[in-house]
């Protein structure tokens, strides 16, 4: 069974900073693409960033470029999103996502609360 399980979400000041984990189980995880979305109250989920099976990361929201880094630990299963300097607007719930480098079926986690008060 595939499970992707978020942690690290909470509340937090403007201009802080939090760690998202993402613990992942239920299959080979160095095989998969991983990336992580998140969804504002009234809005549609929206890409944050990705980072390839081989630990290469691509794009990702212009918002959040020079703030957010993904990373990866594939001896953990795990992947991360650094978020620092965080804003009002970054609040949302965080998605993790899986899916094979060669496509198929998408994997989804159950999401993580991140609140920024200002």
């Known amino acids: 069974q595939v499970q992707l399980v978020e942690s690290g979400g909470g509340l937090v000041q403007a201009g802080g900073s939090l760690r998202l984990s993402c613990a992942v189980s239920?299959?080979?995880?160095?095989?998969?693409?991983m990336r992580w979305y998140r969804q504002a109250p009234g809005k549609e989920r929206e890409l944050v960033a990705l980072?390839?099976?081989?630990?290469?990361?691509?794009g990702g929201a212009d918002s959040v470029k020079g703030r957010f880094t993904i990373s990866r630990d594939n001896a953990k299963n795990t992947v991360y999103l650094q978020m620092n300097s965080l804003r009002a607007e970054d609040t949302a719930i965080y998605y993790c996502?899986?899916?094979?480098?060669?496509?198929?079926?998408?994997?989804w986690g159950r999401g993580t609360q991140v609140t920024v008060s200002s």
């Open positions: 239920g299959l080979t995880f160095s095989a998969f693409d």
């Open positions: 996502w899986a899916q094979h480098r060669i496509g198929g079926y998408e994997y």
């Open positions: 980072i390839t099976s081989t630990g290469t990361s691509i």
